[in-house]
T-cell receptor, first 110, second 117 residues
Framework: DAKTTQPNSMESNEEEPVHLPCNHS???????IHWYRQLPSQGPEYVIH???SNVNNRMASLAIAEDRKSSTLILHRATLRDAAVYYC???????????FGPGTRLSVLP | ETGVTQSPTHLIKTRGQQVTLRCSSQ?????VSWYQQALGQGPQFIFQ???????GRGNFPPRFSGLQFPNYSSELNVNALELDDSALYLC????????????????FGQGTRLTVV
């Protein structure tokens, strides 16, 4: 079973910020939080990952709650190309045997 | 483009046959993972290879086997194909240091679409 829970779907307007939530209440102290997205007919694509502190990269920002039981992926200005399924995954114990849940299907409206 | 290439892109096999899927990992990456993705679901972890040795396995039967070669490319073999094996098979490569992978990103290929009839 997936160790994270995410909403099944979300909708956003183009050029507006999007906040994608993820709950991981059973996270252990050494688990990293990873986000990947999968565009139609493609393999998953890395978005961002972090451990405790908030993280930023060219694609997105990751906000991690202080107790680490939840996190939020932030897309600052959604574009039509951001329409995808977004997966929040925990990685720990040296491994990268990702347990993918159903993810959040993000729709971006023009 | 991630630099991870998978072949073939599409394949049709008959129930009971055997299939070999191939993955060429990104240059310098020493770890390869394989996933099965059924239609409408998230990918499911099959197994992982680190420096040519199996380094973890998901809940898949022994008829799913793999190899990693000295150049870190990899194969996934499935024997005695069943209709439920129809899926998208994804390969992901990453660079593990001392077998630590949790703090590194994985690069996925486009997948091989396998149809079993």
């Amino acid at each position: 079973d997936a160790k994270t829970t995410q909403p099944n779907s979300m909708e956003s307007n183009e050029e507006e910020p999007v906040h994608l939530p993820c709950n991981h209440s059973t996270i252990s102290g050494t688990d990293y939080i990873h986000w990947y997205r999968q565009l139609p007919s493609q393999g998953p694509e890395y978005v961002i990952h972090g451990l405790t502190s908030n993280v930023n990269n060219r694609m997105a920002s990751l906000a991690i709650a202080e107790d680490r039981k939840s996190s939020t992926l932030i897309l600052h200005r959604a574009t039509l190309r951001d329409a995808a399924v977004y997966y929040c995954i925990l990685a720990g114990n040296y491994g990268q045997n990702f347990v993918f849940g159903p993810g959040t299907r993000l729709s971006v409206l023009p | 483009e991630t630099g991870v290439t998978q072949s073939p892109t599409h394949l049709i096999k008959t129930r009971g046959q055997q299939v070999t899927l191939r993955c060429s990992s990104q240059s310098g990456h020493n770890t390869v993972s394989w996933y099965q993705q059924a239609l409408g679901q998230g990918p499911q972890f099959i197994f992982q290879y680190y420096r040519e040795e199996e380094n973890g396995r998901g809940n898949f039967p022994p008829r799913f086997s793999g190899l990693q070669f000295p150049n870190y490319s990899s194969e996934l073999n499935v024997n005695a194909l069943e209709l439920d094996d129809s899926a998208l098979y994804l390969c992901a490569s990453s660079l593990g240091l001392d077998n630590r992978l949790e703090n590194t990103e994985a690069f996925f290929g486009q997948g091989t679409r396998l149809t079993v009839v």
